[in-house]
């Protein structure tokens, strides 16, 4: 079925898709197809939101050991909202940057006179949570008339503490409220597993775990090593 795709875009796709999981190239296009379904089902317009996962490869290396599914929908949202997949991702990774986040938020406390607090975007961000991160966002972006009747530094202020540009936030609160119906149109709809097809979805989550159990292993042996360094810092 089409995607409505260039071939280069295609291939940019479905390579991002076998490399981040354990699919096949067949399965990677069942998944793809999965996504310009469920895009379809919120209504959201298909082919823009194949496109921009088509140029997230970046997005889909640093974000997709979450969810597949939850990647998906964060593209599908971030398209609601007039921003892309990878926008969100590169602000998402900015608030990871803790000492200037903290300190771009504390000033745009002071320049909107009203308290920013970003921690559970930053939880979201860390946990690869990309919808989670961008309905976070929205919550501390405010009203739409009092951003836009701020002063120029405030504005600023706040781009630079969420990550996005002040074109980017005036887009995503002319689009906000399409959130809560996008919500309800996807839970109204088939789930993300019947539109990509259990098997390819199966496996995705198989290799996921498989990483997230290397990644523990990692840890827990490392442990042990950053405790020394601690106690002779102490």
């Known amino acids: 079925k089409g995607t409505g795709l260039s071939n280069d875009e295609a291939t940019n796709l479905i390579g991002a898709l076998t490399a981040v999981t354990d699919l096949t190239i067949e399965q990677a296009a069942q998944l793809s197809q999965g996504v310009f379904n469920l895009a379809q089902q919120a209504n959201v317009a298909p082919t823009a939101v194949m496109k921009d996962l088509a140029n997230a490869g970046e997005a889909f290396a640093k974000f997709s050991g979450g969810s597949v599914e939850n990647l998906a929908k964060a593209a599908v949202q971030a398209r609601a909202l007039g921003s892309s997949i990878d926008q969100v991702a590169n602000a998402a990774r900015g608030t990871l940057d803790f000492q200037s986040s903290l300190q771009a938020e504390l000033e745009a406390s002071v320049l909107l006179g009203r308290t920013i607090n970003l921690q559970k975007a930053r939880e979201a961000a860390q ?108």
């Open 127 to 234: 946990s690869r949570d990309l919808v989670g991160f961008q309905n976070e966002i929205l919550k501390q972006l405010g009203d739409q008339q009092q951003f836009l009747n701020a002063p120029i530094q405030a504005q600023e202020a706040l781009a630079k503490a969420t990550g996005f540009s002040v074109q980017q936030i005036a887009e995503l609160l002319d689009n906000s409220e399409k959130v809560e119906s996008l919500s309800s149109r996807l839970a109204q709809g088939p789930g993300f597993a019947q539109l990509v097809g259990e098997d390819a979805l199966s496996n995705v989550t198989e290799f996921l775990n498989k990483i997230k159990q290397i990644g523990a292993t990692i840890l827990s042996e490392l442990a042990p090593y950053f405790e020394g360094i601690s106690e002779k810092l102490v």
